[in-house]
Protein backbone atom coordinates (compact mmCIF):
# COMPACT_ATOMS: atom_id res chain seq x y z
CA UNK A 1 0.00 0.00 0.00
CA UNK A 2 2.92 2.37 0.62
CA UNK A 3 4.61 1.83 -2.28
CA UNK A 4 1.40 2.39 -4.51
CA UNK A 5 0.38 5.46 -2.52
CA UNK A 6 4.52 7.17 -2.88
CA UNK A 7 4.04 5.60 -7.13
CA UNK A 8 1.32 8.00 -7.31
CA UNK A 9 2.14 10.64 -4.82
CA UNK A 10 5.55 11.17 -3.17
CA UNK A 11 4.53 13.85 -1.14
CA UNK A 12 1.07 12.45 0.40
CA UNK A 13 1.74 11.32 3.78
CA UNK A 14 1.47 8.03 5.02
CA UNK A 15 0.38 7.22 8.67
CA UNK A 16 -0.85 4.44 10.72
CA UNK A 17 -1.96 1.40 8.06
CA UNK A 18 -3.87 -1.41 9.46
CA UNK A 19 -6.43 -3.93 8.45
CA UNK A 20 -10.16 -3.27 8.72
CA UNK A 21 -10.45 -6.43 11.12
CA UNK A 22 -7.59 -4.72 13.25
CA UNK A 23 -9.44 -1.74 12.85
CA UNK A 24 -12.48 -3.21 13.74
CA UNK A 25 -11.31 -5.05 16.89
CA UNK A 26 -9.61 -1.60 18.68
CA UNK A 27 -13.09 -0.03 17.97
CA UNK A 28 -14.69 -3.41 19.67
CA UNK A 29 -12.11 -3.82 22.35
CA UNK A 30 -13.97 -1.38 25.31
CA UNK A 31 -17.06 -2.71 24.72
CA UNK A 32 -15.90 -6.17 24.39
CA UNK A 33 -14.39 -6.04 27.82
CA UNK A 34 -16.87 -5.07 29.56
CA UNK A 35 -19.55 -7.71 27.85
CA UNK A 36 -17.20 -10.11 29.32
CA UNK A 37 -16.66 -8.27 32.79
CA UNK A 38 -20.89 -7.75 32.90
CA UNK A 39 -20.59 -11.96 31.88
CA UNK A 40 -18.59 -12.72 34.41
CA UNK A 41 -20.01 -10.52 36.99
CA UNK A 42 -23.17 -12.43 36.25
CA UNK A 43 -21.86 -15.88 36.47
CA UNK A 44 -20.07 -14.96 39.86
CA UNK A 45 -23.49 -13.88 40.67
CA UNK A 46 -25.91 -17.24 39.80
CA UNK A 47 -23.04 -19.27 41.51
CA UNK A 48 -23.61 -17.33 44.63
CA UNK A 49 -27.09 -17.05 44.24
CA UNK A 50 -27.13 -21.25 44.15
CA UNK A 51 -25.04 -21.79 46.76
CA UNK A 52 -27.12 -19.45 48.96
CA UNK A 53 -30.23 -21.25 47.93
CA UNK A 54 -28.41 -24.69 48.66
CA UNK A 55 -27.46 -23.53 52.01
CA UNK A 56 -30.98 -22.05 53.14
CA UNK A 57 -32.70 -25.43 52.18
CA UNK A 58 -29.99 -27.63 53.59
CA UNK A 59 -30.13 -25.60 57.09
CA UNK A 60 -33.96 -25.97 57.07
CA UNK A 61 -33.65 -29.55 56.31
CA UNK A 62 -31.53 -29.47 59.74
CA UNK A 63 -33.99 -27.76 61.56
CA UNK A 64 -36.78 -30.25 60.50
CA UNK A 65 -34.98 -33.53 60.90
CA UNK A 66 -37.27 -34.46 63.54
CA UNK A 67 -40.37 -33.47 61.70
CA UNK A 68 -39.24 -35.32 58.80
CA UNK A 69 -38.37 -38.63 60.80
CA UNK A 70 -41.52 -38.22 62.50
CA UNK A 71 -43.58 -37.51 59.28
CA UNK A 72 -41.83 -40.80 57.58
CA UNK A 73 -42.10 -42.95 60.67
CA UNK A 74 -45.94 -42.31 60.68
CA UNK A 75 -46.23 -43.56 56.69
CA UNK A 76 -44.69 -40.52 54.42
CA UNK A 77 -43.66 -41.91 51.45
CA UNK A 78 -40.40 -40.36 50.29
CA UNK A 79 -41.69 -38.45 47.63
CA UNK A 80 -44.28 -36.65 50.10
CA UNK A 81 -41.42 -35.34 51.59
CA UNK A 82 -39.34 -34.31 49.09
CA UNK A 83 -42.22 -32.21 47.59
CA UNK A 84 -42.84 -30.82 51.01
CA UNK A 85 -39.43 -29.32 51.34
CA UNK A 86 -39.37 -28.40 47.54
CA UNK A 87 -42.89 -26.52 48.00
CA UNK A 88 -41.01 -24.54 51.05
CA UNK A 89 -37.71 -24.16 49.06
CA UNK A 90 -39.76 -23.11 45.62
CA UNK A 91 -41.90 -20.72 47.44
CA UNK A 92 -38.53 -18.55 48.88
CA UNK A 93 -37.54 -18.71 45.37
CA UNK A 94 -40.67 -17.42 43.62
CA UNK A 95 -40.69 -14.64 46.04
CA UNK A 96 -37.61 -13.96 45.43
CA UNK A 97 -37.53 -13.91 41.72
CA UNK A 98 -40.79 -10.96 42.05
CA UNK A 99 -38.86 -9.12 43.97
CA UNK A 100 -35.78 -8.72 41.59
CA UNK A 101 -38.18 -8.60 38.62
CA UNK A 102 -39.37 -5.93 40.04
CA UNK A 103 -35.98 -3.96 40.76
CA UNK A 104 -35.09 -5.14 37.51
CA UNK A 105 -37.89 -3.23 35.57
CA UNK A 106 -37.53 -0.48 37.86
CA UNK A 107 -34.08 0.30 37.02
CA UNK A 108 -34.12 -0.95 33.57
CA UNK A 109 -33.46 2.29 32.26
CA UNK A 110 -30.27 2.56 33.96
CA UNK A 111 -28.79 -0.65 32.36
CA UNK A 112 -30.54 -0.32 29.19
CA UNK A 113 -27.14 1.27 27.81
CA UNK A 114 -25.00 -1.11 28.24
CA UNK A 115 -27.00 -4.10 26.33
CA UNK A 116 -26.18 -4.47 23.00
CA UNK A 117 -29.23 -5.59 20.19
CA UNK A 118 -31.19 -5.78 23.29
CA UNK A 119 -33.85 -3.20 24.87
CA UNK A 120 -34.22 -2.54 28.38
CA UNK A 121 -37.27 -4.17 28.35
CA UNK A 122 -37.08 -7.37 26.08
CA UNK A 123 -39.35 -10.14 27.40
CA UNK A 124 -37.48 -12.37 26.23
CA UNK A 125 -34.24 -11.41 28.25
CA UNK A 126 -36.47 -11.61 31.28
CA UNK A 127 -38.01 -14.75 30.02
CA UNK A 128 -33.95 -16.52 29.54
CA UNK A 129 -33.43 -15.05 33.23
CA UNK A 130 -35.82 -15.92 35.44
CA UNK A 131 -35.82 -19.71 33.34
CA UNK A 132 -31.85 -19.44 33.95
CA UNK A 133 -32.91 -18.95 37.44
CA UNK A 134 -35.70 -21.07 38.35
CA UNK A 135 -33.31 -23.76 37.04
CA UNK A 136 -30.59 -23.38 38.87
CA UNK A 137 -32.61 -22.89 42.33
CA UNK A 138 -34.31 -26.36 41.52
CA UNK A 139 -31.10 -28.02 41.50
CA UNK A 140 -30.10 -26.70 44.24
CA UNK A 141 -33.76 -26.95 46.33
CA UNK A 142 -33.70 -30.60 45.29
CA UNK A 143 -30.19 -31.99 46.53
CA UNK A 144 -30.79 -31.29 49.91
CA UNK A 145 -34.09 -32.37 49.95
CA UNK A 146 -33.09 -35.72 48.21
CA UNK A 147 -31.28 -36.10 51.05
CA UNK A 148 -33.24 -35.53 53.31
CA UNK A 149 -36.26 -37.78 52.21
CA UNK A 150 -33.57 -40.59 52.31
CA UNK A 151 -33.39 -40.67 56.34
CA UNK A 152 -34.59 -43.80 58.12
CA UNK A 153 -37.14 -42.32 60.23
CA UNK A 154 -35.47 -43.94 63.09
CA UNK A 155 -31.74 -42.08 62.94
CA UNK A 156 -33.71 -38.93 62.41
CA UNK A 157 -36.06 -38.97 65.61
CA UNK A 158 -33.07 -40.29 67.52
CA UNK A 159 -30.79 -37.37 66.28
CA UNK A 160 -32.66 -35.05 68.16
Same mark, same amino acid.
Given at each position: ?? /??? *?????????????? #???? +? @?? /??? *?????????????? #???? +? @???GIYSVVAQMVVRRTTEIGLRMALGADRGTILSLLAKRGLTLVAIGIAAGLALAFALTRLISKLLYGVGG???????????LLAAVAVAAILWPARRASRLEPIIALRQD
Open positions: VR /AAV *RAIDRDQPIGDIRT #LDQR +L @AE /ALA *RPRLSAILLASFGG #LALI +L @AAVGSVLTYAVVVG
